[in-house]
Antibody, heavy 118, light 113 residues
Framework: EVQLAESGGGLVQPGGSLRLSCAGS????????MHWVRQAPGKGLVWVSY????????RYADSVKGRFTISIDNAKNTLFLQMNSLRAEDTAVYYC???????????WGQGTMVTVSS | DIVMTQSPDSLAVSLGERATINCKSS????????????LAWYQQKPGQPPKLLIS???TRESGVSDRLSGSGSGTDFTLTISSLQAEDVALYYC?????????FGQGTKVEIK
């Protein structure tokens, strides 16, 4: 079965750090772009970051630039999101998503919840 | 950034009736070199991730009911559910993947009247 599985979410204090992981099974990250999208409780979908298949190109939303770092381990079929200096407004479900270059989001993970609160 | 605006925010439709959701982009998402609209529709049910329904504005994904169809070009798009069924109750989002950041509409909640 083709799937993406996120992990690493949880409760963290403002200013803290978390590292999210996304493991792919039944699929390859090669030749695809991997994205993170988040959804705050009761709110809509917001793009966070993407990385290309060989890890040489990354982009970030302005709201996370300088605080979040996306990376990829193709050998392990795993995507990461290192989140530092977390703020209350980063509280959301974070989804890992596969997309063809310039294509739609065809495979989504189930999401992992990140809560930033004291 | 391209702003995506959906209308209405919510709608209630009787079973078997037609539901129509509109999506407008602040600039064209039609790529002239290949004549493709970089516009997708997703369905999200409570507690689940979104599911891709339609890509390239009108291409239905495998396994998606033919009661759902997408249309439009340039800046104006429509998702139509021809005969609403109970399993169609969900949130629907449009998204442009023409440029980064890839932006979504605010969502439209579809309910049974």
């Amino acid at each position: 079965e083709v799937q993406l599985a996120e992990s690493g979410g949880g409760l963290v204090q403002p200013g803290g750090s978390l590292r999210l992981s996304c493991a792919g099974s039944g699929l390859s990250f090669r030749s695809y772009w991997m994205h993170w999208v988040r959804q705050a409780p009761g709110k809509g979908l917001v793009w966070v970051s993407y990385i290309n298949s060989d890890g040489t190109t990354t982009r970030y939303a302005d709201s996370v630039k300088g605080r979040f770092t996306i990376s990829i381990d193709n050998a392990k079929n795993t995507l990461f999101l290192q989140m530092n200096s977390l703020r209350a407004e980063d509280t959301a479900v974070y989804y890992c998503i596969r997309a063809a270059d310039s294509g739609p989001y065809d495979i989504w993970g189930q999401g992992t919840m990140v809560t930033v609160s004291s | 950034d391209i702003v995506m605006t959906q209308s209405p925010d919510s709608l209630a439709v009787s079973l078997g009736e037609r539901a129509t959701i509109n999506c407008k982009s602040s600039q064209s998402v039609l790529y002239s070199s290949n004549n493709k609209n970089y516009l997708a529709w997703y369905q999200q049910k409570p507690g689940q991730p979104p599911k891709l329904l339609i890509s390239w504005a009108s291409t239905r994904e495998s396994g998606v009911s033919d009661r759902l169809s997408g249309s439009g070009s340039g800046t104006d798009f429509t998702l139509t559910i021809s005969s609403l069924q109970a399993e169609d109750v969900a949130l629907y989002y449009c998204q442009q993947y023409y440029s980064t950041p890839r932006t979504f509409g605010q969502g439209t909640k579809v309910e049974i009247k």
